[in-house]
């Protein structure tokens, strides 16, 4: 630490301006690299293992078109009012900041319900985690990325109360910021199961 | 669940360590309470966020967990002294070497090098701590409890048997029945977590927080290797966490990754493994070749030879290092094209650690060579780490591997690189920054002991290892025939196995006999050191450094005794320090990972439930908190500075 962890800097945005923000930024980045580590661990998981459905159900015979097609419109959306929350602490509005985070928040949580009315058709056709290699992989691929979006939302609400509390500081800014890289990723996963499993599942 | 099966009966060794273990904690408890320590125990070290006493902490777990695991082996080596023994049967020979591999990778040497690292690189760099202090912390905390569930399972439960590698369908609810292997999975998770972390903090303090005028290649070596260890540690880890989570979902939850039937594949798990277990060794070895670097230059009294075709080496070695891993089980039958491939890039590690071994040996050359213990190590470390180096070469080609596979012959190759390589550099580093930890040299006489007693221990133990390899000795069997012919080397292996052991009793009383009556590092730079960890005290103050040096060239220390005859302090020069504030929240927050976990490993999900539950509410907690650490005002840091320097 030292004095530089309270170097302050004025010309940078608001989220940068201090040392120790500057170093919480690096370090998030670097987690969300090992964060790609871990998604493409599962990814790789769920290629090896989904034609081997055993005695359940293939992707194709299961995969519901209508709910995934809502879910990634609900996220990719929420993804661009999560910029536009950005856009509004970088002109320093903080009422538009937090209208748009609960646009945001809003949109990921009905990314969630429609997951879940997902997930529980699955398993009252009897395609449930323990079924086969190729369901036990899709759940915990799927699953994985909704419990990190449902964490999202989880983190975003206490984010906006400290907005509430504390107003639009060096320090808030930095964690509005950080957090939307994390929901940023979290769409950019999401892309990804849309098309190595969704799309993949279909037209195999 | 009855009480009989929660606690392990039946095993007179269990009811003795269980007797230990009792007096033991009543012993603990006995002297804190009477020498009215508990709440130096708290405010001082539980609490701390200090990189100094974290370090510490980990070191004197990694020798606690090198005693258990050594005693695990002498355990091995006595039941296979001779053949037919019954000293153990098979099941308790099946969890004693689970448990022997798998806490002397991952709670022995990875804590002990991570605890050189959380003392040295921030000095060596000239910073005051790392980049995020309590997240240090919590990394520690969840090693402990990590590494502290591991370590019940012996006597509750039952420990896990399906060696440190785990692979299915042996690690499945198919033939492993009871919470051995649930164990495995949720205390390596745990201490798994705590480790990304680190790899994390360490990156960004090193990328960060360098003292002015430190570029990338005016490093020292030990830093160089950390950052790209830590490299490795954010790339490799997860797969380690996702194998982990995947092993507990079957385990636990009964789904279908590993298992045999309904779609499952078992050499998926062997595949995970290793795609984060060969980086793995090299997480262990890359620090090591940074320790031999640091000790070589400073006791050859030379730069190190060939600085950038030694970070080039470590960045080739880091990068092979992640294609390399279906090398473990050439046998799978991938066929000869895979294997091929994997033959290939195998062997050429060998090329930039043949650069490395050649840089050493060009370091000594024409140096005026310091025989301190911690030389010793490090001059013992080539040619025992090169006879490693070529069984492994031998073991790379794929067709030969088949006749190799898991016989002795492995066995006694990677001990040769792990102990010759990683526990040789934590003894070298103990004894060269020891001064620096505890303002005390450890004794140079014992210390010599030590060595002679381990290293030639170490050769008679496993030389022999190599030959009952190829007379076709298999890993893993819990005994033998008479008339195999195997009798007379394993008894030479285990001469040797006692000899180690006792190098590692004159360690353990050397720390004890230079605590009493060591020789104190007044200077704080004991053996004309070369980088900036030795312009601090000894210890240093917990500040660090009262101003950042400013760094000219690589050896930065050195350059400045040269140029200005040391480091020089102006009072008029100093500011106030920032420095970040203690928490207890990173050890409840993991006393509470422990709870958890222990719910998950014997399924009692409502416990599990409410460790996660408090989980999060250290999370929320740590979110609100509105703490910005303190500043220390100069007239204190003058005062410190003087009581540190007082004598020098």
Same mark, same amino acid.
């Given at each position: 630490?030292?004095?530089?962890?309270?170097?302050?800097?004025?010309?940078?945005?608001?989220?940068?301006?201090?040392?120790?923000?500057?170093?919480?930024?690096?370090?998030?980045?670097?987690?969300?690299?090992?964060?790609?580590?871990?998604?493409?661990?599962?990814?790789?998981?769920?290629?090896?293992?989904?034609?081997?459905?055993?005695?359940?159900?293939?992707?194709?015979?299961?995969?519901?078109?209508?709910?995934?097609? &809502?879910?990634?419109?609900?996220?990719?959306?929420?993804?661009?009012?999560?910029?536009?929350?950005?856009?509004?602490?970088?002109?320093?509005?903080?009422?538009?900041?937090?209208?748009?985070?609960?646009?945001?928040?809003?949109?990921?949580?009905?990314?969630?319900?429609?997951?879940?009315?997902?997930?529980?058709?699955?398993?009252?056709?009897?395609?449930?985690?323990?079924?086969?290699?190729?369901?036990?992989?899709?759940?915990?691929?799927?699953?994985?990325?909704?419990?990190?979006?449902?964490?999202?939302?989880?983190?975003?609400?206490?984010?906006?109360?400290?907005?509430?509390?504390?107003?639009?500081?060096?320090?808030?800014?930095?964690?509005?910021?950080?957090?939307?890289?994390?929901?940023?990723?979290?769409?950019?996963?999401?892309?990804?199961?849309?098309?190595?499993?969704?799309?993949?599942?279909?037209?195999? | 669940?009855?009480?009989?099966?929660?606690?392990?009966?039946?095993?007179?060794?269990?009811?003795?360590?269980?007797?230990?273990?009792?007096?033991?904690?009543?012993?603990?408890?006995?002297?804190?309470?009477?020498?009215?320590?508990?709440?130096?125990?708290?405010?001082?070290?539980?609490?701390?966020?200090?990189?100094?006493?974290?370090?510490?902490?980990?070191?004197?777990?990694?020798?606690?967990?090198?005693?258990?695991?050594?005693?695990?082996?002498?355990?091995?080596?006595?039941?296979?002294?001779?053949?037919?023994?019954?000293?153990?049967?098979?099941?308790?020979?099946?969890?004693?070497?689970?448990?022997?591999?798998?806490?002397?990778?991952?709670?022995?040497?990875?804590?002990?090098?991570?605890?050189?690292?959380?003392?040295?690189?921030?000095?060596?760099?000239?910073?005051?701590?790392?980049?995020?202090?309590?997240?240090?912390?919590?990394?520690?905390?969840?090693?402990?409890?990590?590494?502290?569930?591991?370590?019940?399972?012996?006597?509750?439960?039952?420990?896990?048997?399906?060696?440190?590698?785990?692979?299915?369908?042996?690690?499945?609810?198919?033939?492993?029945?009871?919470?051995?292997?649930?164990?495995?999975?949720?205390?390596?998770?745990?201490?798994?977590?705590?480790?990304?972390?680190?790899?994390?903090?360490?990156?960004?303090?090193?990328?960060?927080?360098?003292?002015?005028?430190?570029?990338?290649?005016?490093?020292?070596?030990?830093?160089?290797?950390?950052?790209?260890?830590?490299?490795?540690?954010?790339?490799?880890?997860?797969?380690?966490?996702?194998?982990?989570?995947?092993?507990?979902?079957?385990?636990?939850?009964?789904?279908?990754?590993?298992?045999?039937?309904?779609?499952?594949?078992?050499?998926?798990?062997?595949?995970?493994?290793?795609?984060?277990?060969?980086?793995?060794?090299?997480?262990? &070895?890359?620090?090591?070749?940074?320790?031999?670097?640091?000790?070589?230059?400073?006791?050859?009294?030379?730069?190190?030879?060939?600085?950038?075709?030694?970070?080039?080496? &470590?960045?080739?070695?880091?990068?092979?290092?992640? &294609?390399?891993?279906?090398?473990?089980?050439?046998?799978?039958?991938?066929?000869?094209?895979?294997?091929?491939?994997?033959?290939?890039?195998?062997?050429?590690?060998?090329?930039?650690?043949?650069?490395?071994?050649?840089?050493?040996?060009?370091?000594?050359?024409?140096?005026?060579?310091?025989?301190?213990?911690?030389?010793?190590?490090?001059?013992?470390?080539?040619?025992?780490?090169?006879?490693?180096?070529?069984?492994?070469?031998?073991?790379?080609?794929?067709?030969?591997?088949?006749?190799?596979?898991?016989?002795?012959?492995?066995?006694?190759?990677?001990?040769?690189?792990?102990?010759?390589?990683?526990?040789?550099?934590?003894?070298?580093?103990?004894?060269?920054?020891?001064?620096?930890?505890?303002?005390?040299?450890?004794?140079?006489?014992?210390?010599?002991?030590?060595?002679?007693?381990?290293?030639?221990?170490?050769?008679?133990?496993?030389?022999?290892?190599?030959?009952?390899?190829?007379?076709?000795?298999?890993?893993?069997?819990?005994?033998?025939?008479?008339?195999?012919?195997?009798?007379?080397?394993?008894?030479?292996?285990?001469?040797?196995?006692?000899?180690?052991?006792?190098?590692?009793?004159?360690?353990?009383?050397?720390?004890?006999?230079?605590?009493?009556?060591?020789?104190?590092?007044?200077?704080?730079?004991?053996?004309?050191?070369?980088?900036?960890?030795?312009?601090?005290?000894?210890?240093?103050?917990?500040?660090?450094?009262?101003?950042?040096?400013?760094?000219?060239?690589?050896?930065?220390?050195?350059?400045?005794?040269?140029?200005?005859?040391?480091?020089?302090?102006?009072?008029?020069?100093?500011?106030?320090?920032?420095?970040?504030?203690?928490?207890?929240?990173?050890?409840?927050?993991?006393?509470?990972?422990?709870?958890?976990?222990?719910?998950?490993?014997?399924?009692?999900?409502?416990?599990?439930?409410?460790?996660?539950?408090?989980?999060?509410?250290?999370?929320?907690?740590?979110?609100?908190?509105?703490?910005?650490?303190?500043?220390?005002?100069?007239?204190?840091?003058?005062?410190?500075?003087?009581?540190?320097?007082?004598?020098?």
């Amino acid at each position: 630490m030292g004095e530089a962890a309270h170097r302050y800097d004025e010309t940078m945005p608001l989220e940068y301006r201090t040392q120790e923000s500057r170093l919480n930024i690096l370090g998030f980045w670097i987690f969300l690299g090992a964060e790609v580590a871990l998604f493409a661990t599962l990814f790789a998981t769920y290629l090896v293992l989904f034609q081997r459905t055993g005695s359940g159900p293939t992707a194709g015979e299961l995969f519901e078109v209508k709910d995934v097609l &809502i879910e990634t419109l609900l996220l990719l959306t929420s993804s661009f009012t999560c910029g536009l929350a950005i856009f509004e602490m970088r002109r320093g509005r903080m009422s538009g900041l937090i209208a748009w985070l609960l646009v945001t928040l809003l949109l990921g949580a009905g990314f969630i319900t429609f997951e879940l009315r997902e997930f529980i058709h699955y398993v009252h056709e009897g395609a449930t985690m323990q079924t086969s290699a190729f369901l036990s992989s899709f759940f915990v691929l799927v699953g994985t990325h909704g419990a990190h979006v449902s964490l999202g939302i989880a983190w975003m609400i206490l984010i906006i109360i400290q907005l509430l509390q504390r107003g639009l500081t060096a320090k808030t800014a930095r964690k509005v910021f950080i957090v939307s890289l994390y929901w940023h990723f979290l769409d950019v996963v999401w892309i990804f199961i849309f098309t190595l499993v969704y799309l993949l599942g279909m037209v195999i | 669940m009855k009480w009989s099966e929660f606690f392990v009966t039946g095993e007179p060794l269990i009811y003795a360590a269980d007797v230990a273990i009792v007096l033991t904690m009543i012993g603990i408890v006995f002297v804190l309470t009477y020498f009215k320590k508990w709440k130096w125990l708290w405010d001082e070290w539980l609490t701390t966020v200090d990189h100094k006493k974290i370090g510490v902490m980990y070191i004197i777990c990694a020798v606690l967990m090198l005693f258990r695991g050594g005693v695990d082996a002498l355990l091995m080596r006595a039941q296979l002294t001779a053949p037919n023994m019954k000293f153990l049967d098979a099941q308790h020979y099946n969890e004693i070497f689970t448990t022997h591999g798998t806490i002397m990778i991952l709670f022995m040497a990875m804590p002990f090098i991570i605890g050189l690292m959380n003392i040295v690189v921030p000095l060596q760099i000239g910073a005051r701590d790392v980049a995020f202090p309590y997240l240090n912390a919590l990394s520690f905390w969840l090693f402990f409890f990590g590494a502290l569930l591991f370590n019940i399972s012996f006597v509750i439960g039952g420990s896990p048997d399906a060696g440190w590698t785990a692979y299915f369908p042996l690690a499945g609810n198919e033939f492993s029945h009871g919470v051995g292997n649930n164990y495995y999975a949720v205390a390596l998770q745990i201490s798994g977590i705590g480790t990304l972390m680190t790899g994390i903090n360490f990156l960004v303090t090193i990328l960060k927080m360098r003292a002015p005028g430190m570029t990338l290649m005016r490093m020292p070596m030990f830093t160089w290797t950390i950052l790209i260890t830590c490299v490795l540690i954010i790339f490799a880890f997860p797969v380690l966490t996702v194998a982990l989570a995947l092993m507990t979902f079957d385990r636990v939850f009964g789904t279908q990754f590993f298992t045999m039937a309904n779609g499952g594949m078992s050499m998926l798990w062997a595949n995970l493994f290793w795609i984060w277990g060969h980086p793995e060794v090299y997480i262990v &070895i890359l620090p090591s070749f940074g320790i031999f670097s640091e000790v070589v230059s400073t006791f050859a009294q030379k730069r190190l030879f060939g600085y950038k075709a030694m970070v080039g080496s &470590i960045v080739g070695i880091a990068f092979l290092s992640f &294609i390399v891993w279906v090398h473990h089980f050439f046998t799978m039958g991938a066929g000869p094209a895979v294997n091929s491939a994997f033959s290939i890039t195998t062997m050429a590690i060998a090329i930039p650690t043949g650069v490395k071994v050649f840089n050493w040996l060009f370091t000594i050359r024409k140096g005026k060579i310091r025989f301190t213990t911690a030389m010793l190590w490090s001059l013992a470390f080539i040619p025992n780490f090169v006879i490693g180096g070529v069984t492994g070469v031998m073991l790379a080609m794929a067709a030969a591997d088949y006749q190799y596979h898991n016989s002795y012959f492995l066995i006694a190759h990677f001990h040769y690189v792990l102990i010759a390589g990683t526990v040789f550099a934590c003894f070298a580093g103990l004894h060269y920054w020891y001064p620096k930890m505890f303002g005390h040299i450890l004794n140079e006489r014992l210390g010599k002991w030590t060595f002679w007693l381990f290293m030639i221990g170490f050769n008679v133990c496993f030389f022999p290892m190599y030959f009952l390899g190829l007379m076709g000795m298999t890993r893993r069997m819990y005994t033998y025939s008479d008339g195999l012919g195997w009798t007379p080397l394993n008894v030479v292996a285990t001469v040797g196995a006692v000899l180690m052991g006792i190098g590692f009793i004159v360690l353990c009383y050397n720390i004890y006999y230079s605590a009493r009556y060591g020789e104190r590092d007044m200077t704080g730079d004991p053996w004309n050191g070369r980088t900036l960890e030795w312009a601090t005290a000894s210890p240093p103050v917990h500040y660090n450094f009262p101003v950042t040096p400013v760094v000219e060239d690589i050896d930065a220390y050195w350059v400045m005794k040269k140029k200005y005859g040391g480091f020089h302090v102006k009072e008029e020069d100093l500011k106030p320090i920032h420095m970040p504030s203690n928490s207890g929240r990173p050890f409840w927050m993991s006393v509470a990972f422990f709870v958890a976990g222990f719910g998950l490993v014997f399924k009692w999900f409502a416990l599990a439930i409410a460790g996660a539950l408090f989980i999060v509410l250290g999370l929320i907690l740590r979110s609100f908190e509105d703490d910005d650490g303190y500043y220390i005002p100069v007239d204190e840091i003058k005062r410190m500075e003087r009581a540190a320097r007082k004598g020098a």
